[in-house]
């Protein structure tokens, strides 16, 4: 590269040593222009290029020789790359902005390939025109219950909205602590006496107004029962249930083998 004078001084008249190496110069920014990070106005003339290396653009001098114009990219990379006055309108791929980096078609105009602490969000909008209100009716969809894409994953059909069960457990009763099998959102099953038991929720529930629902296994499955809340009533940590049989006429509580439980709120 050579930032250099392109004519030689002729006042005072130069030693031939040293005529020689400013002429090799000269030849060589006339081959190449001035390429460099620094800029050469002080040594340009008009119509003369700069290699910008320090902003990788190839730049030209106007025709008055007081400015410099920018004419592209130095160097292409393997994304087509283009200045941001340049940036196309229409969909060309992933592309390379100089000073902004790569960039894709977002379905209406480019915008940054990553988004730092945001959500790409895609929004089937019947207009022409994306809208700031299209985008946050696209946030309050994804953030509901009844969110189509999340219906959809569950095989939730209808206008119905659907609910999350917020803890469940299937425990084997009849030993010294209660065996849980497996479970969610619930830290232990505690036995009270034969046939009561507590259960412990790992997070607290909102408030105490939930459902819960249940079933048993025992040695009689068709007189098997569960019940919750005998003798004591739910609260946001904690729900009791009991559970039985039928085969005897005074429906004794027993401890069963399966026992299941699950919260809905």
């Not at 005529?19 to 620094?38: E, L, Y």
């Not at 003339?45 to 400015?67: E, H, I, M, S």
């Not at 209406?108 to 988004?115: C, E, N, Q, R, V």
């Amino acid at each position: 590269m050579s930032q250099e004078l392109s004519q030689l001084s002729e006042d005072p008249p130069l030693p031939g040593a040293v005529a020689i190496q400013n002429i090799n110069k000269i030849i060589r920014t006339i081959a190449t222009d001035f390429a460099g990070p620094d800029d050469p106005a002080g040594m340009s003339w008009p119509y003369c290029t700069w290699a910008d290396t320090g902003n990788n653009l190839k730049k030209r001098r106007n025709a008055a020789g007081t400015a410099w114009v920018v004419e592209g990219v130095l160097f292409k990379a393997s994304l087509p790359q283009y200045l941001e006055a340049d940036i196309p309108t229409s969909d060309k791929g992933p592309i390379y902005v100089v000073g902004k980096g790569p960039i894709e078609w977002d379905g209406s105009a480019y915008a940054p390939s990553t988004l730092t602490g945001a959500a790409k969000v895609s929004y089937d909008n019947t207009g022409s025109e994306l809208t700031a209100d299209d985008v946050q009716a696209a946030v309050d969809e994804l953030s509901t219950a009844n969110n189509v894409g999340a219906k959809k994953a569950l095989n939730a059909t209808g206008g119905a909205p659907i609910y999350a069960c917020r803890a469940w457990v299937n425990f084997n009763g009849t030993t010294t602590p209660p065996t849980i099998r497996a479970s969610g959102n619930v830290s232990s099953v505690t036995k009270l006496t034969t046939g009561r038991y507590e259960i412990a929720f790992t997070n607290t529930m909102p408030d105490a107004n939930y459902a819960v629902v249940g079933g048993v296994i025992g040695n009689n499955t068709n007189y098997a029962y569960m019940t919750t809340n005998i003798g004591s009533l739910p609260s946001a940590s904690s729900v009791q249930v009991s559970v039985g049989r039928f085969d005897k006429t005074d429906g004794t509580f027993a401890d069963l083998t399966q026992c299941n439980v699950a919260v809905f709120r």
